[in-house]
Structure formats: structure tokens, C-alpha cells
């Protein structure tokens, strides 16, 4: 069936550092690919997502890219901030808000002050 | 106030004793949807809706019903819990079709003895 891996589950970065988190997609008919952030305690919020007509994504501090071929996208953070510390999910659908979505494991994200 | 809501927010039953989880939006969305969310799984979606009378499987529907019958509201219907239903279940709605953003609804923390 299709599936999402994401990679690494943990990660400590010191502030001010980068972060980069990794997704692997199986569905070839996936175009849509969101990021969520989830504070502890708090329900996922989405802070970026890209649809396969594009190659990268940007929004401040945080990027994402999308290699259709390789079938994976990443998530990139920048000068990385106490407050970024969370555990974010990637996902991937065939369409936004018409189809099921299937999301990664997470990633526990530490930024060390 | 545009937002997903959730009820019960906790709940605490026994194996076999049929249970509801209400959500409802007033964001006038098309797309809704249930995940659960299990520590190293991530989040795994249940059931997802399109439109009213409209609903179909996610990747973890056994042993759940949903209904949509008017646009704002998507239960969950658990009509035999058991232990490994215990989990932390989200909400979601979306705008719909190529609108991507989903908003998720505060969290039930269910727990089935």
C-alpha cells in the first residue's frame, strides 16, 4: 500500500543551526505534500506545503523542495529558534482536499539553546 | 470564530459499549476527516468525507463508522471499542478540492479498558 517514510525521528540541532528533515513518498500519483507542526500538547498546524508543478517552496525561515523523480521532499529550517522545537509531519496526497492523505511518522525536532 | 470542534475532549470506556466522537466546523468546508494518532505511527487517517454523503476509507477504517449528513458535521462512530482503539483522534477540515490547508479540531483522548 502507499506509504510515507520520514526521517530522522529525532533531531537536536544548537540555535541558530539548520534543520533538514526528510521524506519518502511511495505513490507516483502523490501531488500534494504538506508539513506539520505539533507543539506539545497542541493539534498539528500546517506551516508550508508544495504541489508537484513545483520544484521548491518558501516562506521565511522554512523551505520545502520536492524531487518527483526521487519520489521525495524535504523540509528545511533556518536559523533555527527555541520556539521551532516540535515534532513535524510530512504527508502526501494524489489531490488537496479530495483525497486521503498518508503522513510520516514524524519528526521530534530539539532546538538547543 | 472559524474553527473544528471536538466532543469529548477525554473519554474513558469499556470494551464493547458503542461511543460517538462529534465534530463539527463553521467554516462551511467540503473535505473532513478523522486520524488517530499513536506514539511512533504518527497520524493514520480513519475515514475522510468530500461532501455531504460522500465518504470513503482512509488507511485505518476497521472497526469505525462515520456519517455525513450535513456539511458542517462528520462523527465517529465506534460501535464496539476495543483496547487497541485507544488513541489520541483528530478532526480535520479543509476548504476542498485544490485548497489544501487542513485544520484539525483540538484532540479526543480516548481510552478503551
Known amino acids: 500500500g502507499e506509504n510515507v517514510e520520514q526521517h530522522p525521528s529525532t533531531l537536536s540541532v544548537q540555535e541558530g543551526d539548520s534543520a533538514v528533515i526528510k521524506c519518502t513518498y511511495s505513490d507516483s500519483a502523490s501531488n500534494y505534500f504538506p508539513w506539520y507542526k505539533q507543539e506539545l500538547g497542541k493539534r498539528p498546524q500546517l506551516i508550508i506545503d508544495i504541489r508537484s508543478n513545483v520544484g521548491e517552496k518558501k516562506d521565511q525561515r522554512i523551505a520545502v523542495t520536492l524531487n518527483k523523480t526521487a519520489k521525495h521532499f524535504s523540509l528545511h529550517i533556518t536559523e533555527t529558534q527555541p520556539e521551532d522545537s516540535a515534532v513535524y509531519f510530512c504527508a502526501a496526497s494524489r489531490g488537496s482536499g479530495t483525497y486521503k492523505y498518508i503522513f510520516g511518522t514524524g519528526t521530534r525536532l530539539k532546538v538547543l539553546a | 470564530e472559524a474553527q473544528v470542534t471536538q466532543n469529548p475532549r477525554y473519554l474513558i470506556t469499556v470494551t464493547g459499549k458503542k461511543l460517538t466522537v462529534t465534530c463539527s466546523q463553521n467554516?462551511?468546508?467540503?473535505?473532513m476527516s478523522w486520524y488517530r494518532q499513536d506514539p511512533g505511527l504518527g497520524l493514520r487517517q480513519i475515514y475522510y468525507?468530500?461532501?455531504?454523503?460522500?465518504?470513503d476509507k482512509g488507511d485505518v477504517p476497521e472497526g469505525y463508522k462515520v456519517s455525513r449528513k450535513e456539511k458542517r458535521n462528520f462523527p465517529l462512530i465506534l460501535e464496539s471499542p476495543s483496547p487497541n482503539q485507544t488513541s489520541l483522534y483528530f478532526c480535520?477540515?479543509?476548504?476542498?478540492?485544490?485548497?489544501?490547508?487542513?485544520?484539525f479540531g483540538p484532540g479526543t483522548r480516548l481510552t478503551v479498558t
Open positions: 480535520a477540515s479543509s476548504p476542498g478540492t485544490g485548497k489544501g490547508e487542513q485544520y
Open positions: 468525507s468530500m461532501n455531504v454523503e460522500v465518504t
Open positions: 467554516m462551511n468546508h467540503e473535505y
